[in-house]
């Protein structure tokens, strides 16, 4: 579902040119849930953008659904994101002007659905904000404001979930209940997800771990075993 072979990413600092991956080779078959983790710098959040098309490697291939990122001009990436890929982000990057209903419903209908009301009722109600979606997010909190995201992620059925540090802005027991509804609707869903997170408990839930060092894979685990296996 997800491949990458030899990328790299690299940026120009005041310092000089700044290598942030160094030939990630990296396979992510379809269903998998992968968490991603590494310390501050280590590459997690660019790793994650490259591999859902959102920014652009310096060599090397992303290969999404077997089409590659790299041959592809920004319009077609943002056809094949359209089609694929659903993101939730740390910041939850809601659209202000819109209610929760609203929010939900966009992706749907730019995908041309005209459900798209009925739909965006229904994952509402699902994760539980049937109440609230007529309110605009400066009137949620935090863990309602993640649901509707999780909401509007899981909207257009897509094949693979990004999501990046999902729990970083929210308490521990909002975190808790926001994780188990992700983990929830990803099975019922039955998608990739793909995770960056700092968190060791939500890290071990997943189906592998992946940690990368200074920009390098250091070790690509099963969670459900203890030992590690060295990419």
């Known amino acids: 579902m997800i491949e990458t072979r030899s990328l790299i990413k690299s940026v120009h600092t005041t310092e000089g040119l700044l290598t942030i991956l160094k030939g990630i080779d990296l396979r992510i078959t379809e269903g998998e849930v992968v968490a991603i983790v590494g310390a501050s710098g280590s590459g997690k959040s660019t790793l994650?953008?490259?591999?859902?098309?959102?920014?652009?490697?310096?060599?090397?291939?992303?290969?999404?659904?077997?089409?590659?990122?790299?041959?592809?001009?920004e319009e077609q990436r943002a056809m094949l994101r359209g089609q694929?890929?659903?993101?939730?982000?740390q910041s939850f990057q809601l659209l202000p002007s819109l209610t929760a209903?609203?929010?939900?419903?966009?992706?749907i209908?730019?995908?041309?659905?005209?459900?798209?009301?009925?739909k965006a009722q229904q994952l509402l109600s699902r994760v539980g904000l049937q109440e609230r979606c007529h309110h605009y997010?400066?009137?949620?909190?935090?863990?309602e404001q993640q649901r509707v995201a999780i909401a509007r992620a899981f909207a257009t059925e897509a094949k693979i979930l990004f999501a990046d540090?999902?729990?970083?802005?929210?308490?521990?027991?909002?975190?808790?209940?926001?994780?188990?509804?992700?983990?929830?609707?990803?099975?019922?869903?039955?998608?990739?997800l793909v995770l960056v997170t700092h968190d060791e408990r939500l890290a071990q839930r997943c189906d592998r771990i992946i940690k990368l060092v200074a920009g390098e894979i250091a070790s690509d685990s099963d969670?459900?075993?203890?030992?590690?296996?060295?990419a």
Do not use: H, W
């Open 48 to 73: 994650l953008g490259l591999m859902a098309g959102l920014d652009g490697a310096s060599s090397g291939d992303v290969l999404l659904g077997g089409q590659n990122f790299s041959a592809m001009d």
């Open 84 to 89: 694929l890929v659903g993101f939730v982000f």
């Open 101 to 107: 209903l609203e929010n939900v419903m966009l992706p």
């Open 109 to 118: 209908e730019l995908k041309g659905d005209s459900l798209a009301r009925e």
């Open 137 to 143: 997010p400066n009137q949620l909190s935090g863990g």
């Open 165 to 192: 540090e999902p729990t970083g802005n929210l308490d521990t027991a909002t975190g808790e209940r926001v994780i188990e509804l992700l983990f929830d609707l990803n099975r019922e869903f039955s998608t990739t």
């Open 223 to 230: 969670s459900s075993r203890e030992e590690k296996v060295v």
